[in-house]
């Protein structure tokens, strides 16, 4: 998994051209966390195989979320159009998620953070509760964060967090015309 905060302008048009020049099979989804990250998501990765206004399958998608040791790069890898292609995920506006774990859930923010850094991206194929390595099944998962540079500090509220912006970002200088 990689994560990078860059502007979202150049990242999914740079993907498009990428796999229009050289076959690569990248798909792309793009969320917010305002009214509930992880509800965003799994109707992003519900939409990636078809099935967007599923609501069943949205909430399948979310228990997914919250299996031990589950990473994006497993739950990518499961859906029916992701196994074995690349994934990259942009969460826009992620200063969004510091107020919605203010005036909603924690645990829910902090569950979503924790899907973006965790470390263990061969993670994948459930048996039980539990989560085996399965390289057949699991997705390339790239997420790209755009975030307001004041709110860099806040990023040290999450484990994990701050670390994992510190390793990758990508600050945009103020833009003009």
Known sequence: DTIVLVGRMVVL???ARQ???????WQTCSIR???GPLWNLAKEFARLEGDAEDVERVGQ???QFNQHEATLSAIAGSLKRLKGRRLCILVDQFEELFRF?????REEAELFVDLLVRSNVQVTERDGDTIKESDDQVAAVHIVVTMRSEFLGECARFNGLAEAINRT???VPPMDR
């Open 19 to 25: 796999h229009l020049r050289a076959g690569a099979p």
């Open 101 to 105: 774990e203010k005036e909603t859930s």
């Open 61 to 63: 998608i979310m228990g």
């Open 13 to 15: 048009p740079k993907l």
């Open 33 to 35: 966390p305002s009214g």
């Open 169 to 171: 970002q990508y600050l």
